[in-house]
């Protein structure tokens, strides 16, 4: 497949440590280092079978964690106490909690832009066109997308992986068509835009035609939970009003 997604906009490899931690409820004290490593080198391969754009950083964690099981593997040296040393996962650690606590600071800061617009809504901006709800919701990263997406293709018959593919999809048409139904159904269930695809190359069509139109700002997805259901929803902010020739 040609057409790659960069994934700049998106996160980096201490994001997929981070979430695959509090996605397996596992210790980030004590971290399961095999189980770790064999989990981000699945969700690695998935992006490479989506054709994504992966960044080096992220090659170059895989190649830490795996430096970091093989040395886990190793029988400990036969050292005294006062010289065994330092527990291999513990500069990982190190790095993941002052990431973690990075990015709880930066989300708590959204968390009070998005609030403060309420009261001093931008330009331009009709806050009666934002449907009110005393839900809290969370926006899905790109690894609750893969897991998702990953859902999505079990469910695609087996015969369909196999069936020869004679309608040729392109993204630049996926993202057409998603937002030629977001006129309509201005929010949707993720699951909902796989519902017609017909083969498992349509599928991933539409799946790289979503991760454009979020890159571009033309859609949000979001959670009412972590790990929960994903809606999307079109980004009215995005959106041109018809008919505004003149400046």
């Known amino acids: 497949m040609s057409y790659k997604v960069k994934l700049d906009v998106f996160e980096g490899p201490l994001d997929l440590l981070l979430y695959l931690i509090k996605k397996e409820e596992l210790d980030i004290y004590d971290i399961p280092i095999s189980k770790i490593t064999d989990q981000y080198l699945e969700y690695l391969e998935f992006m490479k079978l989506l054709d994504l754009n992966i960044a080096g950083e992220f090659l170059v964690m895989a190649a830490t964690l795996i430096h970091i099981k093989s040395r886990m593997l190793l029988p400990p040296d036969q050292l005294e106490p006062e010289e065994q040393e330092e527990d291999p996962r513990a500069e990982l650690v190190?790095?993941?909690?002052?990431?973690?606590?990075?990015?709880?600071?930066?989300?708590?800061?959204?968390?009070?832009?998005?609030?403060?617009?309420?009261?001093?809504?931008?330009?331009?901006?009709?806050?009666?066109?934002?449907?009110?709800s005393e839900d809290e919701f969370f926006e899905a990263s790109l690894f609750d997308l893969i897991t998702a997406f990953t859902k999505v293709l079990k469910d695609v018959p087996k015969g369909a992986f196999h069936q020869v593919v004679k309608d040729e999809f392109t993204v630049s048409e996926k993202m057409h068509d998603i937002l030629h139904v977001m006129v309509e159904t201005p929010t949707m269930l993720f699951t909902e835009l796989f519902k017609k695809a017909k083969n498992k190359f349509e599928v991933i069509t539409i799946f790289l035609a979503l991760l454009e139109l979020i890159r571009i700002k033309e859609v949000i997805v979001r959670q009412v939970e972590p790990f929960g259901n994903i809606e999307i929803i079109r980004n009215t902010e995005s959106i041109k009003p018809a008919g505004n020739t003149n400046g």
């Open 94 to 132: 190190k790095r993941l909690l002052e990431y973690k606590k990075f990015k709880e600071a930066a989300g708590e800061l959204a968390h009070m832009e998005s609030h403060q617009k309420h009261f001093f809504p931008r330009v331009g901006i009709n806050l009666d066109d934002v449907p009110p």
